[in-house]
């Protein structure tokens, strides 16, 4: 169950170098996120976190997210 | 501002390093309380500790005041410096020591007791002082 999620991400960072969306468990609900972007160039880590969490809002705020885990690079 | 979200906010001024999260300094109840502790204990910072889990409210008005959805949530000399992941990447780069010598100066590696903490009690303007 990564798709909706991958397409969240892919709406919200369109210049994304790279993406990817792993499902950590099995269970479709703890998922680990990898987004590499220039949109984060010059941001800290908190502001780039906060812009993926932004960007999957919904599935965080009912619930088919549970634990989300994030990694975010800027492109240099 | 709601009277918990302000005393939510001096406790984190008061706390050079202090951490959200679910449980205690002891004992967490979630992998990403546990991580960020760790992280914190990997680099020697003692930190506060403060449990969510007995009010609900705390978590509202904390992601409210620190816009930042989940838990734990660390913050150094008052500014937020991340969740389990970011704390944990900071901490193996070497920046989680290059920032709290920045915010903190070096005091922080003098060490001190890690421990959980209650937030900061308001004074209540009505009680009467005999």
């Known amino acids: 169950m990564t798709g909706p999620i991958e397409n969240l991400l892919r709406q919200a960072f369109p210049d994304a170098r790279e993406l990817a969306v792993l499902d950590r468990t099995g269970g479709g609900d703890h998922f680990q996120v990898t987004v590499v972007s220039p949109r984060f160039n010059g941001l800290s880590l908190v502001e780039q976190h906060r812009l993926v969490y932004a960007a999957l809002e919904g599935p965080m705020a009912d619930g088919t997210i549970h634990e989300l885990r994030i990694t975010t690079r800027g492109e240099t | ?130």
């Open chain 2, 1 to 130: 501002m709601s009277e918990l979200r302000e005393r939510i906010r001096e406790t984190i001024e008061r706390e050079p390093v202090i951490a959200f999260i679910k449980g205690t300094h002891q004992q967490a109840y979630c992998g990403n309380s546990e991580r960020a502790m760790q992280a914190l204990r990997g680099v020697g910072a003692p930190f506060a500790a403060v449990d969510v889990l007995p009010d609900p409210a705390i978590r509202q008005e904390l992601s409210a005041l620190s816009n930042w959805p989940t838990i734990p949530q660390v913050f150094v000399g008052g500014e937020l410096i991340g969740g389990a992941d970011i704390v944990q990447e900071l901490a193996a780069s070497g920046e989680l020591e290059a920032k709290l010598d920045e915010k903190l100066g070096d005091e922080w590696r003098n060490g001190g007791e890690e421990r959980t903490v209650a937030l900061s009690e308001r004074e209540n303007p009505l009680r009467i002082v005999p």
